[in-house]
C-alpha cells in the first residue's frame, strides 16, 4: 500500500496515493496537439481532459477551478497559513507530441519489475531494451506503466498532471498541513511550442511557478539553452545554361558548400552532449538565383551562441570570396533564454525544490534541459519557472514509461515543497 508520510506540526500523515488511478484515467483521453492548427488549443479535443479536470478540481472543493476558451485550466487551493507566504503555482501541460498517436492509449503495468527487457503486448517489435533505456535499472522492484506498443503513453505530460491533482487532494484533505496560496495551471500546446501563449498571468497570480515535467526522480532543472534561429538568403548570378559559361554563380551550389564547411566533429545535435551547444541545419531551399539556408543555434550562454554565429558568419564570408558577383546576408533571430539568468535571482525556488526532493525520500539532482520548456518562457514573462520531475522516460515515442513509485515520489516532493514555503516565510 502506497502511503504519503508528512512531517508536520500536528504528527506524521499518511495518505493512499491515488496517482496511477488518476493516470490510467487521463492517458486514455486522446490530446494530440497540432502544429498546423492556427486555433487555440490546436485540437478541441485537449478540451475534454481540461474539462474533466476542472470538474475534478471542483469536486475536490477548489471553488474556481475552471476551463477557459483557450483550453488552459486553472484552480486556487486556499492558503492555511496565516503568514505571507509566496504563491506558488505548480503547472503541467495536457497535450502529447504530434510525433506519435496518442489515440486509444492501452496502459499496462509491469508489476515488480525485476529488470531486463519489456516486450509490448499489441506489438512484440517494440521493446523497452534495458540496454537503451539505463534509467530501467533504477526502477527494480517498481511497477512500470507503458503503452501497448501502439501508441505513445503520453506519461509526457500527464504524470505531471495526475501528481498535481493527487498532491492536491492531499492538501486539500489535510487543512492542517501549512501552506500559502497554491495555483494549479493547465496547460495545452506546449508540444508545439505554443503552452504558453494564452495564458493569463494576472488572472494566474503567482509568484512562481514549477513545471511539473522532468525526466529521472529526483532531478530539478534550473537551465535551458538559450536559443537563436539563423538564416543564410544567398543571391547567386543567373543566365541560360546555353550560354553560362564565366556567367553564372549557383545559389544552390553555395549553399551546399557553406553545409560542407560546417564543423564535422563538434558543434551539432549529433556530436554533442552535456553542456555543448550546437549550430544545427534545418532546412535548405532554393533555385539557380536564390537559396536559403535555416539554422538552429543553441547554446546555454550568450557568449557560446555568439561563438556559433560568428563562425556561420565567418563561413559564409569564406565561402562568397569565390562568387565575387554573389551576395549574402545572415540573419540572426532571438527565439528563447537559458531561464537561470532569471532563477539565479530566486535561489530559493531550487533550494526550496531540493529540499522537498531530499524529503520525498530521493537525492536531488539540479541539471540543465538541452532544449526550452514553457518554464523558460514563463520566467522570462515574469513568473520564474523551474522544472520538478514527472518520471517521465522515452518520451514522443510508443517505448514511453513511467513508474508507480516515481509518479507517488513526485506528489511527496510537490506536497513538501508547498510545506516549506510556509516553514521559511
Ligand atoms: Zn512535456
Not at 545559389?251 to 564535422?264: D, G, Q, S, W, Y
Not at 570570396?321 to 549574402?328: K, N
Request: with cysteine.
Amino acid at each position: 500500500m502506497a502511503v504519503l508520510t508528512v512531517h508536520t506540526g500536528v504528527g506524521n500523515i499518511e495518505f493512499i496515493h491515488g496517482v496511477t488511478e488518476r493516470f490510467l484515467r487521463y492517458v486514455t483521453i486522446d490530446t494530440q496537439s497540432d502544429p498546423a492548427s492556427p486555433t487555440c488549443p490546436s485540437t478541441v479535443k485537449q478540451k475534454t481532459l481540461g474539462a474533466l479536470l476542472a470538474q475534478e478540481l471542483r469536486d475536490l472543493g477548489l471553488a474556481d477551478a475552471h476551463l477557459d476558451e483557450h483550453g488552459y485550466v486553472y484552480a486556487t487551493i486556499p492558503a492555511t497559513t496565516d503568514k505571507t507566504v509566496p504563491v506558488i503555482c505548480f503547472c503541467a501541460h495536457m497535450d502529447t507530441s504530434p510525433d506519435c498517436s496518442g489515440e486509444g492509449v492501452k496502459p499496462q503495468i509491469v508489476k515488480n519489475y525485476q529488470g531486463g527487457d519489456i516486450v509490448l503486448k499489441a506489438d512484440p517489435a517494440q521493446i523497452i531494451r534495458a540496454a537503451e533505456h539505463p534509467a530501467l535499472a533504477q526502477q527494480i522492484g517498481h511497477d512500470i506503466i507503458t503503452a501497448d506498443g501502439t501508441t505513445l503513453l503520453g506519461a509526457d505530460n500527464k504524470a505531471g498532471i495526475a501528481e498535481i491533482m493527487d498532491a492536491a487532494a492531499f492538501l486539500v484533505a489535510h487543512p492542517e498541513i501549512r501552506h500559502g496560496t497554491l495555483k494549479i495551471l493547465f496547460t495545452p500546446d506546449e508540444e508545439i511550442g505554443r503552452g504558453v501563449d494564452k495564458v493569463d498571468l494576472e488572472k494566474l497570480g503567482a509568484d512562481f511557478a514549477y513545471t511539473i515535467d522532468g525526466e529521472t526522480a529526483g532531478n530539478i532543472e534550473d537551465e535551458t539553452f538559450s536559443a537563436d534561429s539563423a538564416v543564410v538568403t544567398i543571391t547567386g548570378v543567373s543566365a541560360h545554361p546555353g550560354f553560362a559559361k564565366g556567367r553564372i554563380e549557383h545559389a544552390i551550389k553555395i549553399a551546399t558548400a557553406i553545409v560542407e564547411r560546417l564543423p564535422k566533429d563538434t558543434c551539432s545535435p549529433e556530436t554533442t552532449e552535456g553542456r555543448d551547444g550546437f549550430l544545427h541545419p534545418i532546412g535548405i531551399a532554393g533555385s539557380l538565383e536564390q537559396a536559403t539556408l535555416s539554422f538552429i543555434v543553441r547554446d546555454f550562454t550568450e557568449a557560446g551562441l555568439q561563438e556559433k554565429e560568428a563562425l556561420l558568419q565567418g563561413i559564409v564570408d569564406e565561402v562568397m570570396r569565390g562568387y565575387p558577383r554573389s551576395t549574402a546576408t545572415v540573419e540572426i533571430k532571438p527565439q528563447y533564454r537559458n531561464m537561470k539568468q532569471v532563477l539565479d535571482r530566486h535561489p530559493e525556488l531550487v533550494e526550496n525544490a531540493r529540499e522537498a526532493i531530499r524529503r520525498a525520500g530521493l537525492t536531488p539532482v539540479t541539471t540543465s534541459i538541452r532544449g526550452g520548456t514553457d518554464g523558460s518562457r514563463l520566467s522570462f514573462m515574469g513568473l520564474p519557472c523551474p522544472n520538478i520531475f514527472a518520471g517521465e522516460h522515452a518520451f514522443h515515442s510508443r517505448l514511453e514509461w513511467v513508474s508507480r513509485q516515481d509518479m507517488e515520489a513526485a506528489v511527496r516532493t510537490i506536497v513538501h515543497l508547498a510545506t516549506i514555503f510556509d516553514e521559511r516565510a
